[in-house]
């Protein structure tokens, strides 16, 4: 299988709202990029929009997010660190994480996890959106 793409974007795969819920997440977007039957693994493209925010949260499944589009930060474990195009973070399993974008652009992160994972346990922010 091979998903032709135009730069960071997917002709043919589906951009859906992910999660908009002011308070706890905000202005992200998704796209399932690969998900089959015959694997074990999903790959996903978010893009977070200035001023937008994942849910601060924790899980038993790791997953490992590239980063692919502007610049951003990443909450893990308790310490912020900043984040810029070619930046690898590996989300342990049962570590804090939330992903934020304070940039004038979007922040796009690719996201490779288990197809098959637990729900997230919502923490609540660490900042004041």
Same mark, same amino acid.
């Given at each position: 299988?091979i998903?032709?793409?135009?730069?960071?974007?997917?002709?043919?795969v589906?951009?859906?709202?992910?999660?908009?819920?002011?308070?706890?997440?905000?202005d992200?977007?998704?796209?399932?990029?690969?998900?089959?039957?015959?694997?074990?693994?999903?790959?996903?493209?978010?893009?977070?929009e200035?001023?937008?925010?994942?849910?601060? @949260?924790?899980?038993?499944?790791?997953?490992? !997010?590239?980063?692919? %589009?502007?610049?951003?930060k990443? *909450?893990?474990?308790?310490?912020?660190?900043?984040?810029?195009?070619?930046?690898v973070v590996h989300?342990g399993?049962?570590?804090?994480?939330?992903?934020?974008?304070?940039s004038? @652009?979007?922040?796009?992160?690719?996201?490779? !996890?288990?197809?098959? %994972?637990?729900r997230?346990?919502? *923490?609540?922010?660490?900042?004041?959106?």
């Open positions: 299988m998903e032709k793409g135009l730069g960071l974007e997917w002709p043919g589906e951009k859906t709202t992910y999660k908009n819920e002011e308070g706890q997440w905000q992200v977007s998704r796209r399932v990029l690969f998900s089959s039957d015959r694997s074990k693994f999903e790959t996903r493209y978010f893009e977070i200035p001023g937008g925010y994942t849910s601060h @949260e924790k899980h038993q499944h790791e997953h490992c !997010v590239v980063v692919m %589009r502007g610049s951003g990443v *909450l893990l474990d308790g310490v912020w660190q900043d984040l810029v195009q070619g930046d989300v399993p049962m570590v804090a994480h939330q992903f934020m974008n304070e004038d @652009e979007a922040f796009g992160i690719l996201c490779i !996890v288990d197809k098959e %994972r637990d997230p346990i919502l *923490l609540g922010n660490e900042f004041e959106p």
